[in-house]
């Protein structure tokens, strides 16, 4: 008799020990969860603000290398001058089959 009272409270404890665990597990998932939807919204907002960077660089880049702009530096700041027109001898460019 003894050994069975003994034998059942060892269940109760294992049953117990097993609920625990469970619930652990459980509540390490919905944790491990939420951090992942943060991280998942700060990559969000990362990539928000790296494409707005990407759109700005992406307009200086055209502004900086506008044919305008390079004329400008070539004869203010670096002295250069246009050529006669008769120092000029436009190419032009074959059409390819089909065009």
Known sequence: MF???RQGSLRRVLVVLLIIASLILY????????RLGYRIEAL?????????AN??????ASSL?????I???????????RPP??????????AA???
Request: charged share 40%.
């Open 3 to 5: 050994a069975r009272s």
């Open 55 to 60: 759109r700005s660089l992406r307009i200086e």
């Open 27 to 34: 509540v390490a998932g919905k944790v491990s969860i939420v």
């Open 71 to 81: 004329e400008e530096i070539a004869t203010r700041h670096m002295g250069m001058v």
């Open 44 to 52: 969000e907002h990362e990539k928000k603000e790296l494409e707005r």
């Open 85 to 94: 027109k008769e120092n000029v001898v436009m190419v032009r460019r074959k």
């Open 65 to 69: 290398s506008s044919p305008a702009r």
């Open 97 to 99: 089959p089909g065009e």
